[in-house]
């Protein structure tokens, strides 16, 4: 089992749409949980950081962690075709090394 | 603020040679940088972490001699592919610790290599 999941999508919605995104983990020492979006051929932008679990928000981003159930969630309300991109969840134990998944792949139809 | 660069964005060379890619962290001072490799649809693989004045410390499985890091000053790293081959051939990416939480991992924008 690798140690961060995502699912690859691609995941298509409507302009406005709610969208959920999602990663699962293995390492219950994991303690810092990121979320990054990726344009084709650049590199990560910071979106979301959180520390543990709980909620975090963010204008329209919300980012969810449930350390027990070992699954994170970032959530976009009213989305815009600006924010078609990949998707990135990282995790790590120190908050120095991380653990990429694969990306989910979005794109919002105007 | 916290702004990465990457030189050179792409670049090409043949089979046998070396090559070398600059990161640096334009209006911080970085005391670490990361340089993580990712091949298509696939994750940022962590290569190395990078301490400015300290040998850079390589995950299992990437090959120090073949992957040379120099992190020479705050906001300089560099990574030379040596006696580069075809496998080689990926996307690079530095990130370095941002000026407010040495948690936050702020990105440069890539540099795609290809061997020939």
């Known amino acids: 089992q690798k140690e961060v999941e995502q699912d690859p999508g691609p995941l298509s919605v409507p302009e406005g749409a709610i969208v959920s995104l999602n990663c699962t983990y293995s390492n219950s020492a994991f303690q810092y949980f990121m979320w990054y979006r990726q344009y084709s051929r650049k590199g990560p932008e910071l979106l979301m950081y959180?520390?543990?679990?709980g909620n975090k928000e963010d204008g329209r981003f919300t980012a969810q962690v449930d350390k027990s159930s070992k699954y994170i969630s970032l959530f976009i309300r009213d989305s815009q075709p600006s924010d078609s991109a990949t998707y990135l969840c990282?995790?790590?134990?120190?908050?120095?090394?991380?653990?990429f998944g694969k990306g989910t792949t979005l794109s919002v139809s105007s | 603020g916290a702004v990465v660069s990457q030189h050179p964005s792409w670049v090409i060379c043949k089979s046998g040679t070396s090559v070398k890619i600059e990161c640096r962290s334009l209006?911080?001072?970085?005391?670490?940088m990361f340089w993580y490799r990712q091949f298509p649809k696939q994750s940022l693989m962590l290569m190395a972490t990078s301490n400015e004045g300290s040998k850079a410390t390589y995950e299992q499985g990437v090959e120090k001699d073949k992957f040379l890091i120099n992190h020479a000053s705050l906001t300089l790293s560099t990574l030379t592919v040596t006696s580069a081959h075809p496998e080689d051939s990926s996307f690079y990416i530095c990130?370095?610790?941002?000026?407010?939480?040495?948690?936050?991992?702020?990105f440069g924008p890539g540099t795609r290599l290809t061997v020939t």
């Open positions: 990130s370095a610790t941002g000026p407010t939480s040495s948690y936050e991992q702020y």
């Open positions: 209006d911080f001072q970085a005391t670490t």
């Open positions: 959180t520390y543990s679990s």
């Open positions: 990282a995790m790590s134990e120190t908050g120095t090394a991380l653990i």
